[in-house]
């Protein structure tokens, strides 16, 4: 075989091919002989050369791939074995296991997996006792060329695969019932054999296999109180090194069963075995053998995940041992060094503590209070390590983490964020006072220790940080967030970790600190100095735009300071570009609480520089870079536009009382934007066929009419020709978006009702063309154009069918767009036609070219339900089904009894009588859109072959 195949399934050919796929250098080999081969071991033939393929003189890949072959064809293809060839095919499977008891494994490995398929298509009817079946003939089985552990190793590896195999095996659900019933009643076989083995002097190998066996049918799901005597056995095998990883994962799979749950007696028998192994803890971390800790973390963590409320409820002894347990896990997560250099199992034990506090939270209120007595000082013990764990190491030590180390801490240190919500919902102010105690003992200390070690600060800031969300003034002492704003200007900021920590502190209290206007004076400085220092840049920028947010009129005596400082440091040379767009948002909050004529002298200081820098970049050949400055600024005004806003109340409760009063000023946005507009024309005309700017030029725009609404109109007719410009040269998706605005916004307005409407037909004209060439490949266009033209059917059709409009043409190609491959071009073109349909009876014009197509409509949807479109789309054909029926019932009973006599349509697996139901329990619902769209899903699972079956059950969850 020279380069390619060959087409007949011949022994000799698949070890030919076997030997390019293992190794011929040349990939397209290697690739067209893995094709060939997958071929061959779903042929017909596959019945009779896997068996020639397993003879002991072939090498381990052409049995292996014997062995694969055999499993392929019982697991896929067992309906072309007949069934009087079942005792045959079972027999030569016991055989073949047999003769590789001693290798190679890989080999037994498949065959066991093989035989394990057959099984479960045999049991109990064509093999009443399988499992029971497959013990005795192990037992019964002689070979002198065996020995006792390599027979008992293959008969524990077989039946350790059944169990699995059971878990992994897609069987129709009625069969599974059936099915596991009769694994269950294989269970007085195996579980006395694995006991029996555990408690016998059997070989290692033996006792490993042994406790893996368990751990699968354990997995496989078997009652707690009859594995008790087993479960001791795993417990005293974690002590032997050789036993520790299986021994560890069979626990695990015990307390992690299903239906543990239903017996907490058992659960709390395991606890005590588990504080026996705290010394076993101990002194792995004493020698910092990190394998052991990470296995005994992991099933102490199991325990209390779990079975958190069994650690609750517990009474006496039992919560004696509970709290032990707890201590176990606070151990695992203080564990000493730093994650993830030093130690990888910490992390594990996070979850349990939310698990832990949503269980008290979620209790009674006596049993709360009863529960705070016992877990309150333990969560106060975890706030410590956490103040600890998520400290940085020193700077030289940090310096030699990986790329990745350093990502895995930063996760780290978020998950410890995450922690410390969890203890603040129970500890409340007593944490918050804790904090505060540690940061005044810290900053006690001398200044040149605070500086060399400023990673306790940073600690305390981080928590305190943590919680900021969580912290409602409402329920927690007001005086324990003051005591601790007021410690932060006496941080020494040292280093760039500690002013970044300190800043995002500073925004996450941006809300309180409205609150608390005399403290604004004394931060202002500290986040102004970020603007000097481009590795606080990101930080500083944050900080000052989600103060100024929330705080924009308390901020008016440092207005001037804070404006200024926003002006030097947008022309100086140290913020990144992201930073500089941040900024202004910033900006754009400020000036909104000061008189329009302060704002527009600031706004010709700030913003003057960047219009001439745009305007300057404009008189250049484009490039990446001119296209880079373009960019900026364009964000800039749209960042500013989008915050500057005099109308804007001082908060949503002002609001609601009193609205504010409408000044008589314009809005200085409407001035800018009148300003800079010419500008903005010449940037279109240059970077017409660059989507990104233009993009960023429809952002600016949207963000001004969003802040303006209907104080934009005396724009209106020059937006709407500067969109249809750029539509019609190089058709964009963002530029239906921003047309959406101001349909959207002035419909209805008789002094743009002609603008509007001739905006909208020159965007459909354009559209309708661009569906007579390559549409296909512009779907994002298809999706916009849907939904605009279905807003505007829905808030103003007047729009839409005006005198020069072509509703036939849109229906045209919205039967296009139906067939489009996207999802979300499918899903809006349904919504597109269910709103169309539903103007019918308003309009003559749309009802006549709903007669005329509505049975071509009603083909591709059916279609689409019968497996041409992907399922998560059919609730969105029965929407259209749904609009056909409230609006044109007649003519939908003629074309739905037309369309279903064809013969295989809408696909072959449904049959006549359930095409007609389908047909009844569609035309008969006008209303009920539920149950519609149940009937829709139920008739495309039938024409797809997936009605009943599990694959169906599983993914219809992720649709």
Request: glycine letters at 4%; one cysteine or more.
């Amino acid at each position: 075989m020279e380069g390619q195949p060959p087409v007949e399934f011949t022994v000799e050919n698949i070890e030919r091919a076997l030997h390019q796929l293992y190794f011929d250098p040349n990939v397209s080999v290697k690739d067209a002989a893995q094709k060939w081969l997958m071929s061959a071991q779903v042929s017909p033939q596959a019945w009779q050369f896997c068996w020639v393929l397993l003879q002991k003189d072939k090498a381990a890949e052409v049995q292996f791939f014997g062995a694969n072959a055999l499993f392929v064809k019982i697991s896929h293809h067992w309906a072309e074995l007949p069934a009087d060839h079942y005792g045959n095919l079972r027999t030569q499977l016991f055989q073949q296991i047999l003769a590789f008891a001693g290798g190679p494994r890989m080999v037994l490995t498949r065959l066991c997996v093989a035989l394990s398929a057959f099984a479960l298509n045999t049991m109990p009817e064509v093999w009443p006792e399988a499992v029971k079946g497959i013990v005795d003939t192990f037992q019964q089985a002689s070979s002198t060329e065996l020995t006792p552990s390599q027979r008992c190793g293959a008969l524990l590896e077989l039946l350790t695969v059944l169990p699995e195999q059971h878990n992994t095996t897609c069987l129709a659900q009625s069969r599974r019932g059936t099915v596991r019933n009769a694994m269950q009643e294989g269970l007085p076989h195996v579980l006395p054999l694995l006991q029996t083995l555990l408690e016998q002097p059997s070989p290692l190998d033996v006792q490993q296999q042994a406790l893996k066996c368990f751990s699968s049918w354990v997995t496989f799901g078997v009652p707690l109180n009859q594995v008790e005597g087993l479960t001791n056995l795993a417990f005293k095998a974690v002590r032997s090194q050789e036993l520790f990883d299986v021994a560890i994962d069979a626990l695990v799979n015990v307390v992690l069963q299903p239906m543990a749950y239903k017996f907490p007696g058992t659960v709390q028998k395991f606890i005590p075995q588990v504080l026996q192994l705290q010394d076993m803890l101990e002194t792995a971390i004493k020698d910092k053998d990190m394998d052991t800790c990470n296995g005994l973390c992991r099933l102490a963590v199991a325990i209390g995940e779990n079975h958190s409320k069994v650690l609750l409820e517990s009474t006496g002894e039992h919560k004696q041992n509970s709290l032990e347990l707890i201590k176990i896990i606070m151990m695992c997560t203080g564990l000493p060094g730093r994650y993830p250099v030093d130690e990888t199992a910490s992390d594990m034990t996070f979850s349990f503590w939310y698990i832990l506090q949503d269980d008290m939270i979620a209790s009674e209120p006596q049993a709360f209070q009863d529960h705070c007595a016992y877990f309150i000082p333990l969560y106060m013990n975890l706030v410590e390590i956490m103040l600890i764990k998520v400290q940085y190491p020193p700077d030289a030590e940090y310096a030699t983490w990986s790329a990745e180390e350093k990502e895995q801490f930063r996760c780290y240190r978020q998950d410890i964020a995450d922690t410390l919500v969890y203890a603040f919902n129970l500890l409340r102010d007593s944490l918050l006072n804790f904090l505060y105690a540690m940061l005044s003992t810290i900053l006690q200390q001398d200044r040149k220790q605070q500086e060399e070690t400023w990673q306790p600060t940073e600690g305390c800031l981080h928590a305190f940080l943590s919680i900021g969300e969580s912290v409602d003034p409402e329920e927690c002492s007001d005086h324990c967030i003051l005591n601790m704003f007021n410690l932060i200007p006496k941080v020494p900021i040292t280093h760039v970790k500690l002013a970044e920590t300190t800043l995002y502190t500073i925004g996450a209290y941006a809300e309180w600190l409205n609150s608390h206007p005399e403290l604004l004076g004394g931060l202002m400085p500290l986040i102004l100095s970020g603007f000097n220092n481009p590795d606080l840049t990101l930080s500083s920028t944050l900080t000052l735009k989600d103060v100024a947010q929330e705080c924009a009129k308390n901020m008016q005596p440092y207005s001037n300071d804070i404006l200024s400082a926003c002006q030097n440091a947008l022309t100086g040379n140290v913020m990144k570009a992201k930073d500089s767009i941040r900024l202004m948002h910033a900006v754009g909050s400020l000036l909104s609480a000061l008189p329009v004529q302060d704002i527009l002298n600031y706004l010709h200081a700030i913003l003057g520089p960047h219009v001439g820098q745009l305007e300057a970049s404009l008189n250049e050949q484009p490039s990446a870079s001119s296209k880079a400055v373009v960019l900026q600024k364009l964000n800039m005004l749209s960042m500013l536009f989008s915050a500057l806003d005099i109308r804007r109340p001082e908060s949503e409760e002002a609001e609601k009382r009193q609205p504010k009063p409408r000044a008589d000023e314009p809005q200085p946005v409407l001035l800018v934007l009148q300003q800079v507009y010419p500008i903005v024309q010449r940037v279109v005309s240059q970077w017409i066929a660059d989507t990104g700017v233009i993009e960023a030029v429809c952002e600016m725009f949207k963000r001004a009419v969003r802040t303006l609404q209907d104080e934009i109109a005396p724009m209106t007719a020059q937006l709407s020709e500067l969109l249809v410009q750029i539509y019609n040269a190089i058709p964009q998706s963002a530029i239906l978006d921003m047309a959406k605005q101001l349909l959207t916004l002035f419909h209805s307005s008789e002094d743009h009702a002609a603008s509007m409407q001739s905006l909208f037909l020159q965007l459909t004209t354009r559209t309708i063309a661009l569906f007579q060439q390559a549409i296909r490949e512009h779907p994002d266009l298809v999706e916009g154009f849907m939904v605009l033209a279905s807003s505007m059917l829905k808030r103003c059709p007047a729009v839409l069918f005006q005198e020069n409009s072509n509703p036939e043409a849109l229906f045209q190609c919205g039967l296009m767009a139906l067939s489009f491959p996207e999802n979300h071009v499918v899903k809006s073109t349904c919504t597109f036609f269910a709103e169309l349909i539903g103007q019918s009876s308003n309009h003559p014009l749309v009802a006549q070219v709903v007669n005329q197509h509505g049975r071509t409509l009603l083909e591709v949807v059916m279609k689409a339900i019968g497996g041409d479109a992907p399922r998560s789309v059919t609730d969105n054909m029965a929407d259209i089904l749904m609009a056909l029926n409230k609006n044109c019932f007649q003519a939908a009973c003629t074309w739905m009894g037309e369309v279903m006599k064809v013969e295989g349509f809408p696909s072959q697996l449904v049959t006549a009588q359930q095409k007609e139901q389908f047909a009844r329990n569609v035309l008969k619902e006008r209303v009920n859109k539920r149950k519609i769209k149940e009937t829709v899903k139920e008739f495309s699972l039938l024409c797809r072959g997936l009605y009943g079956t599990e694959y169906a059950a599983e993914t219809d969850f992720e649709l």
